[in-house]
């Protein structure tokens, strides 16, 4: 059965700006590795509503899963419910449950759940709401779009409630080998063992470090049998395991 | 005369997977902006030669300049080249000046300018090198489509030769507020001031420190004055300039 498959949308001008560095799209694809749902693409894009809702429908009728951040805060820039409810035709409002939710935390801390605070209970008809146990505000899961905050604690907090309750398929297993000589000079092997072994993907990623080049090399299959077959190899012909 | 635009594609299976965090997208973005080009969208896509070339097209379609980082290495799954060449219709093979380059480099090092290290010189017809300061293979300008190394230093080096030969438009400018208050308790006052002044552009992220919700509020316009007047208005709202 393949895997089912994933994209990302960073949804945020501070990181088009490059004001902030985005964090959560190595976290979650780390994650969805992991969890055997490989991500396909990933894409950022600006607090821009037709934008939001043309890329939404596009990735998400591709994909199995579209995992959105950033846009679901209080504030006047933030527009990524409305878009997500529009872009799959679902009405969206102010629903009980999420506001049960930020009731009792700002009750809790003496805080007024005042009009811009509610706006984080506009949540889309049909949505299943994803728990933030850093500041209650939800995400939430309107058909296979999963709708979570920006800020990475927050983000990753989300997540990891979220992912269990989706269906991995085999997990993509990987192992690496460090080889101290340049790409260059290991290219012409390494492409033939690629060609005779098309069951595992070989990728090999240059890197300079105290002026010296080096190469690692990652052999990446679901099958992990096959994956120690041919590290076997690789370190036959390369002989620097690691 | 508005701002030229530009789009960023970070090409490998690696970010893809979690396996290595991209640096040079936030780089890039910070670069363009101040150079005034601002960056409207960023994709990761994974190493396959027809992603690459639909993607290619796409963007450099819609956008005046495409940045792309990855894939020009001398390895087997660097591909990036030839799917460019591809998308812009142009010819592709090993070409004088840039094997003039390589072979200097490797001589001057006692090193073999061997087949892999060749398939660095393939170069599209009609491109400009773009030079590689760290480790000789240059990357190229094709159209409005500017290759280059993913390896962050390689990647720096090679944008820093070539923005300056790119007109910029007025640099995107901006200050920024640092608020001890959450975003829930400085919406509504926020929401009106944007609505008033929408000559500039107002973001607000919230950030989680020592357990404090805080906001950074931005203001952005390509016109200075502008921001100072906001911000004097801003400062009076919230009162905390930084």
Known sequence: MPSPTAAMLVIGDEILSGRTRDANMYHLAR???DHGIPMC???VIPDDHATIVATVRDLAARHDHLFTSGGIGPTHDDITAEAVAEA???AIGIRDDARAILQAHYDARGQELNEARLRMARIPD???LIDNPISAAPGFTLGNVHVMAGVPSIFEAMLAGL???LTGGAPMLSQSLMVRQGE???AAKLGKLAKDHPEVSIGSYPFIRDGVHGSNIV????DGQAVDAVMQE?????????
Do not use: M, N, Y
């Open 88 to 90: 799959l035709g679902a």
């Open 234 to 242: 690789l370190s036959a012909l390369f002989g620097e395991a690691r």
């Open 126 to 128: 049909g949505a299943t």
């Open 163 to 165: 992912l269990p309750t």
């Open 219 to 222: 052999v990446r299959s679901q």
């Open 31 to 33: 994650a969805l590795t």
């Open 41 to 43: 693409e990933a894409r």
């Open 184 to 186: 260059g000079d290991i």
